[in-house]
């Protein structure tokens, strides 16, 4: 390195300055796209990030209602309530009966 440094003060027709100098252009230009594609990449990783934050829990454990009818015997009809499911979970519900009486 210390012969090149020599060399180069030494020479007077500009090649190597010439050289020099496209050789820093080019790093320049490699440095600059490559963080160009990192910053891209970050972007990228924190819209995943906030995707997976926006999630529900409550579709995971269960969680959930709903309502449900009955019918019933005869001229009456009756209704009951229920609980709803989610995924994983369960839920029961029971549904009323009617009163009604019986026509011949």
Not at 49 to 75: C, F, H, Q, R, V
């Amino acid at each position: 390195m210390k012969n090149y440094m020599k060399r180069f003060y030494r020479d007077e027709t500009g090649a190597e300055l010439i050289e020099v100098a496209l050789a820093i252009a080019i790093v320049a230009i490699l440095a600059a796209a490559i963080f160009g594609i990192i910053r891209i990449l970050l972007v990228k990783i924190e819209q995943a990030g906030d995707m997976i934050g926006d999630i529900d829990p409550g579709i995971l454990n269960g969680s959930g209602s709903g309502t449900g009818t009955g019918a019933g015997a005869g001229t009456g009809t009756g209704t009951g309530t229920g609980t709803g499911t989610g995924i994983g979970g369960t839920g029961t519900g029971t549904a009323g009966a009617g009163i009604g009486g019986v026509t011949e």
